[in-house]
């Protein structure tokens, strides 16, 4: 992630279509930071931003995302800034270590921040909370036995994602396999 130190200005925002749905995109003065499914939980109200279409950063985002769709983008470019608590702002940056058609457990991410693995369930709590879908890849992360868990978007969604990025790694590459569950 980017950070996005100065104040954040006024929020400005854009929808479009995706083939998982309707997303509202949002910026702050030059950086994203926000990217929800018309419909998820959590979903921002949006009545004071204003609509922007022509911004660069909402016009650059919709572009990412279309070509991540297409197939022909796995890592995302635009300076990002989610707006959260400091613990969950950790934890969206562990997020975004995670690689293209890899997955991580709540646990490893709760390790990853410094804490012990049996605080995966605060964890949880931040990923659900991620305000910039898909480019923070909170879909990415799966229960500790491997059960797709909460989505904010959905778990079809997230199936889709899923599935979506399992078609773009390599053939010679073990297709979402988890990465350190063996310690515990």
């Given amino acids: ?6 104040k954040q200005g006024m ?11 309707e997303m ?9 930071d926000g990217l929800w499914f018309i419909d998820q939980k959590y979903y921002p109200v949006a009545e004071s931003w204003r609509h922007a279409p022509e911004h660069p950063v909402l016009r650059a985002t919709h572009t990412e995302v279309e070509a991540y ?7 995302f470019t635009m300076t990002l800034a989610p707006r959260g608590s400091a613990f969950q702002e950790q934890v969206w940056q562990a997020l975004l ?5 890899e997955l991580r457990s709540y646990g490893d ?3 990853q921040v410094g804490l012990p693995r049996a605080h995966a369930r605060a964890v949880g709590t931040a990923v659900g909370r991620n305000p910039i879908s ?6 990415r992360v799966i ?3 491997g059960a797709l868990t909460g989505y904010a978007g959905g778990l079809d969604r997230k199936r889709g994602l899923l599935a979506h990025e399992r078609k773009g790694i390599a053939e010679d590459r073990p297709v979402f396999e988890l990465v350190g569950t063996s310690a515990p």
């Fill in 1 to 6: 992630m980017n950070a996005h130190t100065a």
């Fill in 134 to 139: 898909i480019i923070v890849p909170c879909h």
């Fill in 143 to 145: 229960g500790q036995a």
């Fill in 69 to 75: 769709f297409a197939g022909e983008l796995q890592a």
């Fill in 109 to 111: 991410i709760a390790v």
């Fill in 11 to 21: 929020r400005e925002y854009d929808t479009f279509s995706s083939p998982l749905g």
């Fill in 24 to 32: 509202l995109v949002s910026v702050s003065d030059d950086a994203l």
């Fill in 97 to 101: 270590t995670i690689p293209y058609g």
